[in-house]
């Protein structure tokens, strides 16, 4: 296992030498306070995790990447909500920019609509590599997921 926050290997699996992150606090890390912790302007103690954490369902985390993932689906589902825009923007304005293409054909020998369907293809195949990267990331447990961090448990005497 590897800390979230260093990345470093931790020691016999249950101690960050750097950080002090306990094996304790990643397991018991949580995926849905990571919105809660955005809002209140403490995004510094949200992390990044290839553990996925027990309230994020795994089975469902890969039929959202594999069928929905070009839309950005898996990304809204992990509150990854920026990647998660690009790939439903992406997806929406190349779509729209080809039914209207198609619909239109008068309206494709125009040079700067030419270049905005362009473009916006191009973004949509950056979005298809991103996808097959995270299908790949999903089987291979490298897709990494925000979590904010358990509590260390102070010991009472």
Not at 54 to 59: A, C, E, H, L, P
Not at 75 to 81: A, L, Q
Not at 106 to 131: K, Y
Request: glycine share 4%; charged share 20%; aromatic share 14%.
């Amino acid at each position: 296992m590897r800390c979230p926050i260093c990345g470093s290997k931790m020691v016999d699996g249950k101690l960050c030498q750097y950080c002090k992150i306990t094996d304790e606090q990643v397991y018991g890390a949580s995926n849905k306070k990571v919105s809660q912790y955005r809002k209140n302007d403490m995004s510094d103690l949200v992390y990044f995790t290839t553990d996925i954490p027990s309230d994020v369902n795994k089975i469902r985390l890969l039929l959202y990447t594999i069928f929905f993932g070009f839309l950005g689906v898996n990304h809204f589902y992990v509150k990854r909500n920026i990647r998660g825009m690009f790939s439903l923007f992406s997806f929406v304005i190349s779509a729209t920019l080809l039914i209207v293409d198609q619909s239109v054909k008068t309206i494709g020998s125009v040079l700067v609509f030419r270049l905005f369907f362009e473009f916006a293809f191009f973004a949509m195949a950056i979005n298809v590599l991103l996808w097959i990267c995270d299908i790949i990331n999903v089987i291979f447990r490298k897709f990494k997921v925000p979590v904010v961090l358990k509590e260390k448990e102070t010991k009472s005497k």
